[in-house]
């Protein structure tokens, strides 16, 4: 048919496109592009020949970012469905291998955007166990750092759950995760500085102590959420348009997952209580009381409420934490890896303090020569490398340290788990119908920032 | 800027040496970029016990040349402590590791295997990694995954890393396994050369890793056969080069601020 080969090549005044027509102006010819005839779609259709192949994304508002899905599909139904990413790829790993270890930090955290402290985290583990401090961190870096990760799980869920539930028309859902997502977004703003992003943990501890006021900050928070959590649950735990939406969507059993290497609450929603936090704990987590909740449906409806309940969970977790914080040191004692500066607020905002710049600019020539080495060269890590896993909101996030002995990393590598579990999109959609697709992956809870990297 | 133009210098070599030989001459000339090969220590540590060899690359203590230091820190030996490129770490391991690696010598010999599937078989830091021959990778994969007393069902991917100083295995694929019945983990390396890349694929084995080494293509140029659609995944599909290689530059452009320029990350000073 003539269709087939018209591109945008100029055509003479002569032709008469049906689909691309033209006119001249003023910048050079403009088309204006039409699609196909109706008719023919039928014809095909008829003769038994259609096959409807669908990009839904990259830009598609409920593929949480930059996520392609090429659907085909048979009417409703999808025949196929795979995954094109690779949208967000911003080099980070690559960019890693040209900065210092503790410069590091500042990179890994903008991965997975909605859970910055778990890949803050997994690096962090990683440094520290190529220089064997693991065990010299002080316990109240740990406890702040465990504090930390929860409140990020938190935040992480309830925007998983905040944009699953508006893909499917549920916009208070939407609402009151949002809300209180910002709520905890303040407390990372009080503690850190940053509510995104925030470059918190450092190799040998996090970079500064809690702030006044923060440990009362959180337990108004834990107040507000034990209130308002069970606002998700009256909404839509038996709704029956909710659950007429997700239960037995998006099937994936233990063997699927199992095969597709799937961790996170997609695995749990399969009954296996599977979490790096108790099997192989890190960070003290073993001396924590929580559980892992568990669900045997394998749907998507499953997922939602294994996250609800890990929200809970968090919020104990959280607790114990502000009653085991004791005044002490968040940085290790090695002043050869500790980041040297002590910081203040000062008159322009925060910054060294002045007792340190008085210390190194006016006492000590050693102590200046110490700042001065660890903050343009960094401190080396010894040469080797190590795998280290630790368990994000999405699943099992591993961090592949590699260092060839000098002051930058030779190779890092993250395993995201959105990158690994988005690979269960076709095992999950299809045979289903289109509108599932949305349900499926939201119940995945794919980051793009984490998949691509 | 361009992936492939040659001028562009290698970033890992430009830490070592400088063009100006005459310079480095005065100031790091005492340990011309030894190979791999080179017997450690020759005449200048016969006292001691054996140290480790010469890192190929790295030297002095500043990663500088040609700076008109008289400092003598400059003529600093570097060694190369990397446990991935000695040999296997001695037995006994500690407890847990030994158990495993009593289970991994029964479960090849059932198999109609034998250890020397493996080329060699490190203990760093608390983690097991298995330096596998890359023609057995399909067999060792299936091993670990389907013995009972290994049962790794899941592997958590695969990574590349690039050593361009190992001359004929510069290319590493790290694959990490996960036993959930055994709450263990393993990690197994395959090396391949820069010139022939190639390691067979262990999709049949594990489903899971279908994307990883398609990003470890993509990445390093790495070409794992018998995967079913080995296509990039990450950069787009008509990128020339792999850009986690060594040899790829990061790029950039120096940004000027307040009158001082800063040179873009890959030309700044590394101390290496």
Redesign the interface.
């Known amino acids: 048919m003539s269709h087939n080969d018209v591109t945008f090549t100029p055509t003479g005044a002569d032709t008469d496109d049906p689909y691309a027509g033209v006119r001249e102006t003023t910048e050079g010819p403009v088309y204006t592009v039409t699609g196909q005839d109706w008719s023919d779609v039928v014809d095909a259709a008829v003769a038994g020949q259609e096959r409807i192949v669908v990009n839904m994304g990259p830009q598609h508002p409920s593929t949480h970012g930059v996520l392609r899905i090429i659907l085909e599909l048979d009417g409703e139904t999808v025949t196929e469905a795979r995954c094109g990413?690779?949208y967000l790829?911003t080099?980070i790993?690559?960019?890693l291998?040209?900065?210092n270890w503790t410069q590091g930090v500042t990179f890994v955290t903008r991965m997975d955007y909605l859970s910055p402290f778990f890949n803050e985290a997994a690096y962090v583990l990683g440094v520290e166990?190529?220089l064997?401090i693991t065990d010299e961190i002080p316990e109240r870096a740990n406890v702040i750092r465990v504090m930390m990760m929860e409140l990020n799980r938190i935040s992480s869920h309830l925007v998983a759950i905040a944009t699953g539930g508006m893909e499917m028309g549920a916009l208070t859902v939407m609402t009151n995760g949002f809300r209180e997502r910002e709520l905890t977004l303040d407390l990372f703003e009080l503690i850190s500085g940053l509510r995104m992003n925030s470059a918190y943990f450092r190799p040998g501890g996090v970079a500064q102590d809690l702030p006044p006021g923060a440990v009362e900050s959180v337990r108004e928070y834990l107040r507000w959420m034990w209130d308002h959590i069970g606002e998700y649950e009256d909404l839509c735990n038996e709704n029956p348009i909710f659950k007429g939406r997700t239960v037995d969507i998006g099937y994936l059993d233990l063997a699927g997952c199992?095969?597709?290497?799937?961790t996170g609450p997609v695995l749990r929603s399969t009954g296996?209580p599977?979490d790096i936090r108790k099997?192989?704990p890190y960070c003290g987590y073993e001396t924590y009381d929580f559980e892992v909740p568990t669900r045997d449906n394998a749907d998507s409806y499953d997922r939602f409420r294994i996250r609800v309940d890990e929200i809970k969970e968090s919020l104990k977790i959280v607790e114990q934490c502000l009653d085991r914080l004791e005044p002490g040191p968040v940085m290790v004692a090695d002043k050869k890896i500790a980041w040297p500066a002590q910081l203040a607020i000062g008159s322009d905002g925060m910054g060294n303090s002045l007792d340190h710049i008085r210390h190194i600019m006016g006492e000590s020539m050693e102590a200046l020569i110490h700042h001065f080495k660890l903050v343009t060269?960094?401190f080396?890590v010894?040469?080797?490398?190590?795998?280290v896993?630790v368990e994000s909101p999405r699943g099992?996030l591993?961090a592949?340290v590699?260092s060839?002995?000098?002051?930058?990393p030779?190779?890092v590598?993250f395993?995201d788990p959105s990158?690994?579990n988005?690979?269960a999109v076709a095992a999950m959609c299809e045979g289903g119908m289109i509108a599932d697709v949305i349900v499926a992956i939201a119940s995945i809870d794919p980051v793009m920032g984490g998949c691509?990297? | 800027m361009s992936p492939d133009d040659p001028k562009k210098p290698d970033p890992t070599s430009e830490q070592g040496g400088t063009e100006d030989g005459s310079k480095e001459k005065v100031t790091t000339g005492g340990d011309p970029a030894p190979g791999l090969a080179e017997a450690p220590g020759d005449a200048v540590d016969t006292r001691g016990p054996e140290l480790p060899p010469p890192?190929p690359s790295?030297r002095g203590m500043f990663g500088v040349d040609g700076s008109g230091d008289t400092s003598g820190y400059g003529r600093l030996v570097?060694r190369?402590?990397?446990?991935?490129r000695g040999g296997s770490t001695p037995r006994p391991w500690h407890d847990e590791l030994e158990r495993l690696g009593d289970d991994v010598s029964a479960a090849l010999s059932d198999a109609g295997l034998s250890d020397d599937v493996f080329e060699k078989v490190v203990v760093?830091?608390g983690?097991i990694?298995f330096f596998v021959k890359r023609d057995r990778l399909p067999e060792v994969a299936r091993v670990f995954r389907d013995d009972a007393a290994l049962r790794f069902?899941?592997?958590?991917?695969v990574?590349?890393?690039?050593y361009p100083e190992e001359t004929g295995r510069e290319l590493h694929a790290?694959y990490?396994l996960?036993s959930?019945t055994h709450?263990r983990?393993v990690?197994l390396e395959v090396a391949c050369p820069d010139g022939d890349p190639h390691i067979p694929s262990i999709v049949s084995t594990?489903?899971?890793?279908?994307?990883?080494e398609r990003?470890t293509y993509d990445f390093f140029g790495i070409i794992f056969d018998g995967h079913p659609s080995l296509t990039?995944?990450?950069?787009?599909d008509d990128w020339p080069g792999h850009?986690?290689r060594k040899d790829y530059p990061?790029g950039g452009i120096p940004v000027e601020y307040k009158g001082a320029t800063i040179p873009p990350?890959?030309e700044?000073r590394?101390?290496?």
């Open positions: 990413v690779g790829h080099g790993e690559k960019n291998e040209y900065r166990k190529l064997g199992m095969a597709l290497g799937i296996l599977w099997t192989q060269e960094g080396r010894p040469a080797g490398q190590v795998y896993p099992e591993g592949h590699v060839e002995g000098g002051t930058r030779w190779r590598h395993r990158f690994n988005l690979q691509d990297r | 890192h790295r570097v190369d402590t990397n446990p991935i760093d830091r983690q990694t069902e899941m592997c958590m991917g990574n590349g890393v690039h790290c990490q996960l959930i709450n983990r990690n594990y489903p899971s890793v279908n994307w990883h990003e990039r995944i990450e950069m787009p850009p986690q990061l990350p890959d700044r590394a101390y290496n």
